[in-house]
Nanobody, 116 residues
Framework: QVQLVESGGGLVQPGGSLSLSCATS????????MGWYRQAPGKERELVATIASNGRSTNYADSVQGRFTISRDNAKNTVYLQMNSLKPEDTAVYYC?????????WGQGTQVTVSS
């Protein structure tokens, strides 16, 4: 079955960095685009970044452009999110995502808290 497992979240001070990973299994990872989403308390889940199946095309939400970098390693079936210059408003549960055959798959999420 399809599995997505996020890791790497934690508590970080404003201006700090974190690197998230999402290990996947159960599907042909290299065939599909991947995305990172986040959901803050009391807010809707929002798209953070996406990456094409071959890794050559990426897109970012305006709020993270220039601070976050999405990447993937198709040999390791893993997608990453490098987060720099973190702000308190980046605090959220971060989820990785893929979609195929009209079905969206999600991981369990990893908490990122930016606070002094």
């Amino acid at each position: 079955q399809v599995q997505l497992v996020e890791s790497g979240g934690g508590l970080v001070q404003p201006g700090g960095s974190l690197s998230l990973s999402c290990a996947t299994s159960g599907f042909t990872f290299s065939n599909y685009a991947m995305g990172w989403y986040r959901q803050a308390p009391g807010k809707e889940r929002e798209l953070v970044a996406t990456i094409a199946s071959n890794g050559r095309s990426t897109n970012y939400a305006d709020s993270v452009q220039g601070r976050f970098t999405i990447s993937r390693d198709n040999a390791k079936n893993t997608v990453y999110l490098q987060m720099n210059s973190l702000k308190p408003e980046d605090t959220a549960v971060y989820y990785c995502n893929t979609r195929f055959f009209s079905i969206a798959y999600w991981g369990q999420g990893t908490q990122v808290t930016v606070s002094s």
